[in-house]
């Protein structure tokens, strides 16, 4: 089975990431794809988000607050996924499709299909066909992927 792996990066619009994997997921119950049509997300978080989240670690053990050790993980684990949903980092989507040899036309139809959907226009796309020279290393990045 030949796949074929469309990346779009979405920057750091986590929300339009968010859609576009609930657009995957409807699709995939609401025609029956099962394993035929699989994403994962890469996440990279910027030095900008990076050095905010550290300035204000330093900043809050600095003001001598007295809480418990519980209490400090419990806000920065909060404070450190309210960054991810507010664009903290960059966010790229793989979008891997494994039709049969036989199932050519939809394969294409869902090729033509998913970059003209809404959620997926707004992010810069590239498909990676099995053909392709940089296939291995992208395939390798999608397995690695959770």
């Known amino acids: 089975m030949a796949h074929t792996i469309l ?21 995939k119950q609401g025609f029956r794809l099962g394993d035929k ?6 996440r990279e978080e910027t030095a900008e988000a990076a050095g905010a989240e550290e300035g204000e670690a330093d900043s809050e053990a600095k003001k001598g607050e007295k809480k418990s050790s519980s209490a400090k993980k419990h806000k920065s684990k909060s404070e450190h996924a309210s960054k991810k ?4 980092g960059h966010v790229r989507m793989f979008v891997r499709l494994g039709f049969s040899d036989h199932e050519k036309l939809s394969q294409q139809r869902w090729l033509d299909r998913i970059p003209s959907e809404e959620p997926f226009k707004s992010a810069k796309g590239e498909t990676i066909r099995h053909s392709d020279p940089e296939f291995a290393k992208s395939a390798e990045l999608y397995e690695s992927l959770d």
């Open 7 to 27: 990346v779009f990066d979405f920057g750091t619009d986590e929300e339009a990431a968010q859609q576009a994997r609930q657009k995957i997921d409807r699709w």
């Open 37 to 42: 049509l699989n994403c994962k997300f890469e």
């Open 85 to 88: 949903e507010n664009g903290g």
